[in-house]
């Protein structure tokens, strides 16, 4: 009896043994698989880069004479559209309102932004026109 108690001890051992030894080649191929991808990524050719500056990423909007005055363009990747005023100048604005974040259309027939959440709206400059906006849309930097 005694005998089947220490070979019920020994074989937990063992088996507990074997266990921990699978779990240290487990995770020893993972270390390698991760040490491979690193080497990988190291090695392989990067995607092209997005230009930046001290202000963030540079998104190249096009040639001037693609802009009428008086226009609003989006740019969706940008998140912000570009207005062309009437005297040439151009805007970068934010496509967030003001009072809660929702994102706001421009509406050409009316020329100005109308926030579909609580009807806040903005000029073509970004001002505000009729409230509950607080303030002006974030303009950025051109």
């Not at 202000?55 to 001037?64: D, K, L, N, W």
């Amino acid at each position: 009896m005694h005998e089947k108690v220490e070979n019920q001890q020994n074989s937990t051992k063992a088996s507990r043994r074997s266990f921990f030894n699978k779990l240290w080649i487990f995770l020893g191929f993972v270390a390698f698989a991760e040490f491979i991808s690193v080497v990988g990524a190291f090695l392989l050719p990067q995607k092209k880069r997005i230009k930046t500056s001290n202000f963030g990423p540079i998104i190249e909007a096009g040639p001037v004479e693609k802009f009428p005055l008086d226009s609003v363009t989006a740019f969706i990747r940008g998140k912000f559209y570009l207005s062309r005023l009437e005297d040439g100048g151009f805007l970068a604005l934010s496509r967030k309102c003001t009072h809660l974040g929702c994102t706001i259309p421009w509406i050409s027939k009316e020329k100005n932004f109308a926030c579909p959440c609580h009807s806040s709206a903005f000029d073509i400059r970004g001002e505000v026109i009729s409230p509950p906006a607080p303030r002006a849309l974030d303009i950025y930097h051109v």
